[in-house]
């Protein structure tokens, strides 16, 4: 005995690949996101932690000399300060010697 099979629409034929092809493009997407998301975040530690050590470096030169250094050049000389000017901007606003100077970090 022979049966014709229902024939099966081509919508539904390509409704799964499809949607496989959809799902598969979304999870990409969202691992793109997240990995900009990790990067500005470590970006974002980075500046932070090279504003402590700026500051850190300021209060050692403060102990050892009895005043705050009048810019920056002074901490990478005599204190071993290493900052990367190829990606921050480190301002350092000294406004008296026995003041803490105002430090910030900026990426470029």
């Not at 081509?10 to 691992?31: A, E, F, I, S, T």
């Not at 470096?57 to 990478?76: I, K, R, T």
Request: with cysteine; hydrophobic share 40%.
């Amino acid at each position: 005995m022979y049966h014709d099979k229902p024939r099966v629409p081509l919508w539904k034929k390509w409704l799964r690949p499809l949607l496989g092809l959809l799902v598969l493009g979304l999870l990409c997407w969202g691992g793109v996101l997240w990995q900009q998301q990790v990067t500005r975040d470590l970006d974002q530690q980075a500046a932070q932690q090279l504003k402590e050590t700026v500051q850190r470096a300021a209060v050692q030169c403060y102990a050892v000399e009895g005043v705050f250094p009048e810019n920056l050049e002074h901490l990478e000389e005599n204190y071993g300060l290493q900052i990367n000017h190829e990606k921050f901007i480190v301002t350092y606003d000294a406004f008296s010697s026995n003041l803490m100077p105002d430090i910030q970090v900026l990426q470029k």
